[in-house]
C-alpha cells in the first residue's frame, strides 16, 4: 500500500494537498482494510474508511471505491470536478482520467472493463457491462455504450469508434515483415 502511495504521490505532482492524490490515498486505505484477515481490524480499519469517506470524499468529489481495481500508474488529471467510478471497474495500466467522468452505472448489474493505456477525457461516460481496448483515447463529451477495440478514438454523443490511430497504425506497418 505505501509504496503505490507513493508513486501516486509522485505522479501527481508532489504535493499532499493535490485531490488526485489524497483521493488516490484514501481508495489505497479502502482496499487494504477490506484485506485485514482479523474480523475486528476490519471493522476498526472500515470504520476509519467510512470517516475519511465522508471527511475527505465529499470534498474532492472523486469517488474510487476500495473495490475497484486499479492497474499501476493510474492518473486523475485534473481532479476539479467530480469522478464516479462502479465498483466493480476493472482499470488496466497507464490509464488518465481527466474530471467530472463517470465509469459504470447503478442502473444495472455489470460495469466496463478498460485496458492499458486508455486516456478518458473531460464529461466522458462509460456505460454499461463493455470492454474498453488497449490504446484507446476517448474524447470529451462522448457516452461509450459499446465495446471498443484496441488503438481506437472515440468521441461524440453516442460515442463513434474511428479505427485506428495513425500514429498507432504507423507502428503496426513498421512492425509488420
Sequence with gaps: MWQQIRKDYDRHGRRITDAAFISLAVHRYGRWAMQRRNRVARWIANKVYGLMTILILNVTKVWIPPNVQLGEDFHIIHAEGSLSI???????????????????????????????????????????????????????????????????????SPGRIFPSLPIFAQKKKAEQP
Design 86 to 156: 462502479h465498483p466493480d471497474v476493472v482499470i488496466g495500466d497507464r490509464c488518465g482520467v481527466m474530471h467530472n467522468v463517470t465509469i459504470g452505472t447503478n442502473m444495472g448489474p455489470g460495469a466496463p472493463k478498460i485496458g492499458d493505456d486508455v486516456f478518458i477525457g473531460v464529461n466522458a461516460t462509460v456505460l454499461g457491462r463493455i470492454r474498453i481496448g488497449n490504446r484507446v483515447r476517448i474524447g470529451a463529451n462522448t457516452a461509450v455504450t459499446t465495446n471498443v477495440p484496441d488503438d481506437c478514438i472515440v468521441v461524440g
